[in-house]
C-alpha cells in the first residue's frame, strides 16, 4: 500500500509526522483531499479549519489548524500552521466560552476569534 510521509507542525511546536494513507484539509479554495501519488500543490489553510490525518493503522487524527499552509510534494505532503490543537486535547468548554465572547464583537479580531473557536469546536466533534 502506497503511503504519504506527513508533517504537521505549529509555530510553537511539532504536531505530528509519520506515514499516512491520506490529509483530508480545508483550505481557502475548498476542502482538500490528498492521497498518494497527488500532484504537486501549494494551499492556504481556511481560517478555524480542520486536518484530518489518516494514518496507516485506519485511526484519523484530527486537527484544528489556524492560518497556515499546505504543501504537497513527491516527498510527502507538509502542513505548517500558525496553531494548531489536537482533538483530544480541546477544550471544548473553554472554546465554547472564546466563542460566546467573540460573536459579540464585529471587528476582524472578533472574527478571527470567532473561526478559530469554530474549528477547535468542529475538530472536537462539536456543533459549532
Given at each position: 500500500m502506497a503511503?504519504?510521509?506527513v508533517e504537521?507542525?505549529?509555530?510553537?511546536r511539532m504536531i505530528w509526522s509519520g506515514e499516512a494513507s491520506m490529509v483530508i484539509a480545508r483550505t481557502t479554495?475548498?476542502?482538500?483531499?490528498v492521497l498518494p501519488g497527488h500532484a504537486p500543490l501549494l494551499g492556504e489553510l481556511a481560517p478555524g479549519g480542520v486536518v484530518t490525518i489518516r494514518t496507516t493503522e485506519g485511526e484519523d487524527l484530527v486537527v484544528a489548524a489556524h492560518g497556515g499552509f499546505l504543501s504537497v510534494t513527491?516527498?510527502?505532503v507538509s502542513i505548517l500552521a500558525e496553531t494548531a490543537e489536537?482533538?483530544?486535547e480541546i477544550d471544548v468548554e473553554r472554546a465554547r466560552?472564546?466563542?460566546r465572547r467573540a460573536e459579540g464583537g464585529d471587528d476582524a479580531e472578533s472574527l478571527a476569534?470567532?473561526?478559530r473557536a469554530q474549528g477547535r469546536?468542529?475538530?472536537a466533534g462539536q456543533d459549532a
Open positions: 503511503t504519504l510521509q504537521l507542525v505549529a509555530v510553537e479554495e475548498g476542502e482538500l483531499g513527491d516527498r510527502g489536537i482533538a483530544s466560552e472564546a466563542l476569534a470567532a473561526r469546536l468542529r475538530a
